[in-house]
């Protein structure tokens, strides 16, 4: 029954998650949005202290529940396990007592804080479980699901319905694109061998997590007197903390996933409440004795032997989900005159600060809090936010206005931005908040090129920040040039996305270390 709650509670938030990533109406973060605000370095970085205490209460209450349901990173390592597990029937029982490196948890754990103090969050945001699996949920599984909508978008036109309609598919960062496949590929071997290995080597949060464990109240307890040291639940155990020989559990390592418990046939294991202190590594049995003393028989029945890996169908699995992760998104091109001549897509500006959403309060603040997760990349309607290429910000949101501007009464990153790196704003704050200034370049003007007449960023322009004035002050026949008056401008874009100047536009957004209200 235990396990079952489990697996039940694990694909709600395994299924949750990753609809707010593949969600291209924006709807269900309504409803949804709270599963990626419990996850345990969001909260840790938009001190939250109600969510990471209420986290710390459930582990030292019931271990490390947190690994096993809440995260998204560590339920795809299950499921990935699971199917493994089902390909052949000895797949099941392919798992073995292993000791635990200490030295590899722990180091890790002390890099991933210097390099979050330090500010290296590129590096910080590769090894993050729920950054991990976000990186991976928006650009492979998000195409494929695009893809799979656009499908059904055509069959229902052909029947006259337009229940779905088409969404643009587009690759937002090759580099991003690059370590997410990555990821991908280095989970799936590690779970698909042995199970829970990321969590309980790579993972920071699982050591941490793990360190409380240790100290849980109710915990899976062996009963000495009914094992007949089968071992069967040794080498169901995806963390590899179940040593029968010893009648050992490591709970540092111990995801409570209740499996042990299910493959039992004696009923030797409970999950109970523990009745005295547990050294990390030890068990108590149901009368709360301590039984890890050394010496024990190996086995009443003889040691089951342990069965061996499918190495042939294990590389073409794995070559299989290389080659399905490789997705490349097209962009569908914009047509005028009728759909008859292309329209030239305009160069990405050298800007000197870097854009970043209403929200942010400031450059350095949404650097710091960014944990790279990029569901605000996913959900911008606009396609204004994109991962960034820069060394010093690597896969951390960034604004550009190619495909699109930001409209100021869209707030839908702030409204579902876990980590504080963009504070929740209403529709009218945003309007007010300076986030970056135009600039206008009248070399690049089709005024000052072409001999045409334009306006169309003074047009468009939301704050009214853009008038237009004679080219020649004292020619009334001269055309009409752009001027911009920052102090009104809101830095949206609209003025950027909408100049026909090609390959570089006219005018151009500058970003703001710090914004500020107008």
């Not at 091109?333 to 854009?355: F, N, S, Y």
Request: with cysteine; proline share 5%; aromatic share 8%.
């Amino acid at each position: 029954m235990l396990r079952k709650t489990r697996i039940a509670l694990a694909s709600l938030f395994f299924a949750g998650i990753t609809l707010l990533f593949l969600d291209v109406t924006g709807t269900l973060h309504t409803w949804l949005g709270w599963m990626a605000k419990v996850q345990f370095l969001p909260a840790v970085l938009a001190l939250n202290l109600a969510v990471v205490a209420g986290l710390l209460l459930l582990t030292l209450l019931f271990g490390r529940v947190y690994c096993s349901v809440i995260c998204p990173l560590g339920v795809m390592q299950d499921i990935i396990s699971w199917i493994h597990g089902k390909t052949k029937k000895k797949n099941r029982f392919r798992f073995s007592w292993s000791p635990a490196k200490n030295w590899l948890r722990y180091g890790v754990l002390a890099l991933f804080i210097v390099l979050l103090v330090a500010g290296v969050h590129s590096l910080v945001a590769l090894i993050a479980p729920y950054s991990a699996y976000g990186r991976i949920a928006s650009n492979l599984f998000a195409p494929l699901y695009e893809w799979g909508n656009n499908l059904f978008a055509w069959i229902a036109e052909r029947a006259d319905s337009y229940a779905f309609y088409s969404t643009e598919v587009w690759l937002r960062s090759l580099p991003t694109f690059i370590i997410a496949a990555v990821s991908f590929v280095v989970i799936f071997v590690l779970a698909w061998k042995n199970g829970r290995t990321w969590c309980n080597t790579i993972c920071p949060v699982g050591t941490v997590l793990g360190f409380f464990s240790r100290f849980s109240i109710f915990a899976p307890v062996i009963d000495t007197e009914k094992c007949r040291n089968c071992g069967l639940c040794g080498r169901q155990c995806k963390a590899s903390c179940i040593n029968m020989k010893e009648h050992e559990i490591d709970y540092s390592r111990c995801v409570a996933c209740m499996d042990c418990i299910d493959t039992c046939k004696d009923g030797a294991i409970h999950y109970a409440r523990r009745r005295s202190p547990i050294k990390s590594g030890m068990t108590t049995s149901q009368s709360g004795t301590m039984t890890g003393q050394s010496g024990m028989a190996e086995t009443r029945h003889g040691r089951p032997d342990r069965p061996s890996a499918d190495q042939g169908r294990r590389a073409f699995l794995v070559s299989s989900a290389i080659a399905g992760t490789a997705v490349a998104a097209k962009a569908q091109e914009m047509k005028v005159d009728g759909g008859l001549t292309a329209i030239e897509r305009a160069e990405k500006p050298e800007r000197q600060t870097p854009l970043v959403p209403a929200g942010s309060l400031s450059l350095k603040n949404f650097t710091d809090h960014c944990t790279a997760c990029q569901l605000c990349v996913s959900v911008c309607p606009n396609q204004v936010l994109r991962p960034s290429t820069s060394i010093m910000t690597l896969m951390q949101p960034e604004m550009s206005y190619e495909r699109g501007y930001c409209r100021p009464e869209c707030t839908r990153c702030s409204d579902i931005c876990p980590a504080g790196a963009i504070r929740p704003i209403t529709r009218e704050e945003k309007s007010s908040i300076q986030i970056g200034h135009a600039v206008v370049n009248l070399d690049n003007c089709v005024v000052n090129t072409d001999e045409v007449s334009c306006g169309n960023c003074a047009r468009h322009c939301p704050a009214g920040a853009i008038k237009m004035v004679r080219k020649n002050p004292d020619d009334p026949k001269s055309l009409m040039i752009p001027t911009v008056n920052e102090e009104r401008c809101i830095g949206c874009g609209a003025c950027e996305n909408l100049c026909p100047a090609r390959p570089f536009t006219a005018i151009h957004v500058e970003g703001h270390e710090v914004h500020k209200e107008i």
